[in-house]
Each structure stands twice: as structure tokens, then as C-alpha cells.
T-cell receptor
Framework: AQTVTQSQPEMSVQEAETVTLSCTYD???????LFWYKQPPSRQMILVIR??????QNATENRFSVNFQKAAKSFSLKISDSQLGDTAMYFC?????????FGTGTRLQVFP | KAGVTQTPRYLIKTRGQQVTLSCSPI?????VSWYQQTPGQGLQFLFE???????NKGNFPGRFSGRQFSNSRSEMNVSTLELGDSALYLC????????????FGQGTRLTVV
């Protein structure tokens, strides 16, 4: 069975600094997708970034980028130039086209 | 373009009762998934519907059921409510099945007393 592990329950970072959130997963499949979702205190979950496993190039979306290491089954999220609005729960998720499996989340606090 | 709409936003029910939650996906989206979110268990997959058919089901008891209508709107039903069913229930819609962005609703906060 696929599993997703986020080993950092909470993290904090100062505004304008860079922070990296960790995620590892376990699967025997070769074709899958990985996501980072953000859930701000208002609760609505939104997509931050998406990575296709067959693509070697790491995905980037503005200040958000990933470090995808397929062999190591690692998928970390780097947030550059952190902003107060980045304060949220961040969930790593695995999708084998069957269903989304989420990690337990990392609560990120950005402080001034 | 309207987002995913879940109703009601909040519910308080008594043990033993049943409840129905509703989810209206983004127009054109045919896949609807449901998740239960609790502090202890995190986000757990309940089931997914595509074109009125249940594609996949998570590891939940038979008290949890769902359906999808021809307009892609979905409902989930929980019968014989237990205290442990208290959770945030999230619905997500996507254009197709698998690999694409899931758009989430605000959720329904269910409290069982």
C-alpha cells in the first residue's frame, strides 16, 4: 500500500526567508503524480504545486519549487521569500490515478 | 467560474442519527471525491465518483455511503452516527480521474454529540 510521510509536524520561518518542507512516500508503482496542497486557517485546500513522476525536471511555481528524488522517493517543497500569507497547513499527496493519499501535514508559521 | 460548493457548512447531530452532506463540483468536472479530516487521523479518502459510478472506496464502514447524480453533484450519507464521526468532511472535484488538480470545497464540519 502507498504511504506518505511528513516528518515535520510544525515549522516556522521568518518573513522573506526560505523554508523546506519534507515528504517521503512509498510505492512500487512507476507512474504516479505528487502534489503539495496548502490549507490556510480558513480551511479551503488549494493546490501549490504538481509533479509528474516520469518528468525528471523539478516543478516550479513562482516562489514554490520541489526537489523530486524518485529513487529516494522524496518530494520536498521549498518556499522562497516566505510571506505571511504562506502560513498554513501543507499536505504532501500521492496520486496513482486511483486516489489521493495525503501525508499528516506540516503546520507552517511565517512570522514578521 | 464557481468553485466547489459544500452544504451545509456546519452540522450538529446526535448519536444514532443519520446525516446527508452535499457537494456541487465545478461546472464540467465529472469526478468527485470525499475525504474525512480529523486531527488524529488526518485526511482519509472515503470514496470517489465519476460519471455516477463509484470508482474507488476507502476503508470506512458501510455506514458511510455516497452517490453521484447525472449533473455530477454528489451526496454522502452517514447512518447511525457515532461520536468518532465528528470531523471536517471535504469534497474535491476534478475534470477527469487521476493525476489532475483536485479543487476542494470549504468542507462541512460535522459534530456528533
Amino acid at each position: 500500500a502507498q504511504t506518505v510521510t511528513q516528518s515535520q509536524p510544525e515549522m516556522s520561518v521568518q518573513e522573506a526567508e526560505t523554508v523546506t518542507l519534507s515528504c517521503t512516500y512509498d510505492t512500487s508503482e512507476s507512474n504516479y503524480y505528487l502534489f503539495w496542497y496548502k490549507q490556510p486557517p480558513s480551511r479551503q485546500m488549494i493546490l501549490v504545486i504538481r509533479q509528474e513522476a516520469y518528468k525528471q525536471q523539478n516543478a516550479t511555481e513562482n516562489r514554490f519549487s520541489v526537489n523530486f528524488q524518485k529513487a529516494a522517493k522524496s518530494f520536498s517543497l521549498k518556499i522562497s521569500d516566505s510571506q505571511l500569507g504562506d502560513t498554513a497547513m501543507y499536505f504532501c499527496a500521492f496520486d496513482n490515478t486511483d486516489k489521493l493519499i495525503f501525508g499528516t501535514g506540516t503546520r507552517l508559521q511565517v512570522f514578521p | 467560474k464557481a468553485g466547489v460548493t459544500q452544504t451545509p457548512r456546519y452540522l450538529i447531530k446526535t448519536r444514532g442519527q443519520q446525516v446527508t452532506l452535499s457537494c456541487s463540483p465545478i461546472s464540467g468536472h465529472r469526478s468527485v471525491s470525499w475525504y474525512q479530516q480529523t486531527p488524529g487521523q488526518g485526511l482519509q479518502f472515503l470514496f470517489e465518483y465519476f460519471s455516477e459510478t463509484q470508482r474507488n472506496k476507502g476503508n470506512f464502514p458501510g455506514r458511510f455511503s455516497g452517490r453521484q447524480f447525472s449533473n455530477s453533484r454528489s451526496e454522502m450519507n452517514v447512518s447511525t452516527l457515532e461520536l468518532g464521526d465528528s470531523a471536517l468532511y471535504l469534497c474535491a472535484s476534478s475534470l477527469v480521474v487521476g493525476g489532475t488538480e483536485a479543487f476542494f470545497g470549504q468542507g462541512t464540519r460535522l459534530t456528533v454529540v
